[in-house]
């Protein structure tokens, strides 16, 4: 049996709610982007520095604030994460 078949199989012995959760999860894995642009750096070569601003992870924020207490009501995550 292939794996599909099996997919197949097991979806038929689901209740309509949890079948329905089955398809969403399937529709949202297919509009999934196939890879991501980033690019493996060779650790040898590169300081770990070098590696995170390659991958856009350093960055500044100009403030007078003490970010390392109360980073949350500074910076604005709303871009990134949807209440």
């Given at each position: 049996m292939t794996l599909a078949e099996t997919i197949?199989?097991?979806?038929?012995?689901?209740?309509?709610?949890?079948?329905r959760e089955v398809l969403n999860f399937i529709d949202a894995l297919q509009q999934k982007p196939k890879h991501t642009d980033v690019h493996i750096v060779d650790s040898q070569n590169s300081s770990l520095l070098a590696v995170f601003e390659k991958a856009g992870?350093?960055?500044?924020?100009?403030t007078d604030e003490q970010l390392s207490t109360n980073y949350k009501t500074v910076l604005d995550y709303s871009r990134k994460h949807r209440s």
């Open positions: 197949y199989q097991k979806s038929l012995t689901l209740p309509e709610e949890k079948a992870l350093v960055g500044c924020l100009a």
